[in-house]
């Protein structure tokens, strides 16, 4: 009962820091589109499209790896810390080999390009920016892993509120006083540099209390090479999920009209952040399953299945709700000039069906140390959606990149099926 009790608080504070993350998100959004002419929206869409991408590289699997072996040694104190010291450093290291090549990348581009894009001409700028937005980010993400792992939710909210609170206070702010893109740029820096710096002090005051006990030498050893070996295949995956995520974007941006990735930002940014709910009863739930034995294998695949069998039921609600109040709610929100994400966030219905199963999957092959299993229909899925953005995107925009997201996802989920189905069967 106690244990059912914890897993029912884990998932309803999981829950409440993807819709604070989802409300605060979106208000930013708005306010961000409503101060921004279409052209600036676009040029933003654009660039942070290409600063996601960086995210995802900049993160090397560091993150996920050192989620999945904390959550494995919850059980032995000394251990679990020793994982987060190594995970921290190699954090730090990879981080600030990434800022410095992203730093001379930023300052090249200044100064070797002779001439501004006309199309997006302060994207030299906000390079400058986004070199910051990357380190921060990438250690905001390992701390709010490591709460993960360590099943501290209550931390995992007061990070999401920092961060998102930050962008629409200090982003929008910025945004306000300077009334140019370049201030919201500032704005971002400012807040993702806050939120690292409270995940900092919250990871500080955790080993504090858990009075820093560390295995020894030998162990931190062996397992630091461990979590870098193991982040591999993850980082191998990550730079399909970047180019799956933002590929299309960045297609739109070059391949088609003004305003067309600012109406497919809009809407697949909005459906991404629906998959926030189903995230959250992943993350919240997912973690037992860093331990399947032959002895507990049967009651764990029941388990499984209750799980999925409650994440579609939400799934299904939340595909009801967009079909029924998307177009409406985009409309009064952004205003009419971005109606068109109305239409294309019903094309992307079929994307975040796909993607609200297969997230639970994934976790339970990573958590089982098969994450490089679903590496090949990985990017099988990506070279999918290339071939056929290069076929829809000219002749349809922002409808077109929609509709390729929507199949390529399907050989993927495919596969995942499978490969759980293995999982369990390899245990009896």
Known sequence: MKKQINIL????????????????????????????????????????????????????????SVRVFVAKERKNIKRQNSNIRIGIKLRLLISGLFLLLFTIASIVFIFVEPSKNLRYPHLKELFVCGSLL??????????????????????????????????????????????????????????????????????????????????????????????????????????GSLLLTEMDSLMLGVMSETGEI?????????????????????????????????????????????????????ML????AVLLFGPYVIRILYGVEYSKSGIVIIYLIPYYCGYAITIFMSALLDYQEKAKQRVPIYFAMILLNFILNMLFIPRYGAIGAAIATDFSLLPYLVGLIFLSYKVFKEKE
């Open 9 to 64: 608080n884990d998932t309803i504070l999981s829950l409440g820091s993807k819709a604070v993350g989802m409300i605060l998100f979106m208000a930013t959004d708005i306010m961000i589109a409503r101060f921004l002419s279409t052209e600036s929206y676009d040029e933003w869409s654009f660039f942070y499209a290409i600063i996601t991408m960086c995210y995802w590289l900049v993160w090397f699997g560091i993150n996920e």
């Open 262 to 314: 600012g109406a497919y930002s809009i809407a697949k940014s909005l459906m991404g952040k629906l998959t926030h709910v189903n995230l959250a009863i992943c993350t919240s739930t997912m973690t037992v399953f860093a331990v399947l034995t032959k002895e507990n294998v049967n009651r764990m695949r029941k388990t499984f299945h209750k799980i999925m069998l409650g994440n579609v039921a939400v």
């Open 317 to 320: 609600l939340i595909c009801v």
């Open 134 to 239: 990357c380190f921060a980010n990438s250690l905001l993400e390992y701390f709010k892993a490591v709460f993960i792992g360590l099943v501290k939710f209550k931390n995992i909210f007061i990070l999401t509120l920092a961060e998102f609170g930050g962008y629409f206070i200090f982003g929008v702010g910025c945004l306000v006083i300077s009334k140019n893109i370049i201030g919201l740029g500032i704005g971002y820096v400012i807040a993702i540099w806050n939120a690292a710096l409270i995940g900092s002090i919250l990871l500080k005051k955790y080993l504090r209390e858990s009075k820093c006990q560390y295995a020894d030498s030998e162990y931190e050893k062996t397992i630091r090479w461990s979590i870098f070996k193991y982040a591999m295949p993850i980082f191998v995956v990550s730079i």
